[in-house]
């Protein structure tokens, strides 16, 4: 695969987690980068938040809107919903530095939206943001979780398929948030906007969350490219 720089005139194969026609206007793709991010936040704070909802119903929630977000805006913004994927992209050359800003931007913009949402559905108002410190197991969790899902995504973006990115980050995501002791947050986007949620989150936690889950994704681009080294 070659490498496709993202922006006005650019052409390139349907991939997964790639936009279909990059000269849509940019405020466009945001857009849809950021009302995905809030969707997919409606979903992780909704479920945990419902009454009588278990780890696995929220699993599936989670996972579940994810597939169908990805499948509704992957066609105008790549349907990504998470910076650590818009930064990988942009560092490997494959997105532009404008496009990267928008998109982070609105991602974290819309993760916030969507947990203010949530919380007005369920009638829970956020709490105060604390600054605890996390435990090591709990950094360890987050940077394995970014590592797999990065992994996943850097594989399926590969595909010629568009259609399989979609369904193998959701079932990866919905192991993840069963198999480790964070849920597999795996997303600084979604970590950002719990800060606004009734969970008072560690402003200190958050932070290293996301320290670690870009690690993660770093660690996950160099275990690709080593593994596929001619891109395909």
Not at 70 to 93: C, D
Not at 129 to 134: L, M, N, T, V
Not at 200 to 213: D, G, M, P
Request: net charge neutral.
């Amino acid at each position: 695969m070659g490498v496709a720089r993202l922006g006005p005139g650019s052409t390139f194969s349907r991939k997964c987690f790639v936009e279909d026609d990059a000269t849509v206007s940019l405020f466009r793709r945001s857009l849809a980068e950021g009302v995905g991010t809030a969707m997919l936040m409606i979903a992780v704070v909704g479920s945990g938040l419902h009454v009588g909802s278990s780890a696995l119903s929220s699993a599936m929630a989670i996972s579940g809107s994810l597939i169908g977000l990805i499948l509704a805006f992957g066609a105008v913004s790549g349907g990504h919903f998470n910076p650590t994927i818009t930064l990988m992209q942009w560092l490997s050359g494959r997105r532009r530095l404008d496009c990267t800003v928008w998109y982070i931007v609105s991602q974290i913009a819309g993760g916030l939206a969507g947990v203010l949402v949530a919380a007005t559905i369920f009638d829970a108002l956020p709490g105060r943001p604390g600054f605890d410190f996390p435990a090591v197991s709990s950094l360890a969790s987050e940077g394995a979780a970014s590592f797999g899902l990065m992994t996943v995504v850097f594989c399926c973006s590969r595909s010629t398929n568009k259609f399989v990115g979609p369904f193998a980050v959701g079932l990866w995501l919905l192991a993840a948030i069963l198999s480790t002791p964070t849920g597999s947050i795996a997303n600084p986007a979604v970590a950002i906007g719990l800060l606004a949620s009734p969970a008072s989150a560690s402003v200190v936690a958050i932070t290293l969350f996301v320290v670690v889950q870009i690690i993660g994704g770093g660690l996950a681009a160099l275990a690709v490219s080593t593994i596929y080294p001619d891109g395909g």
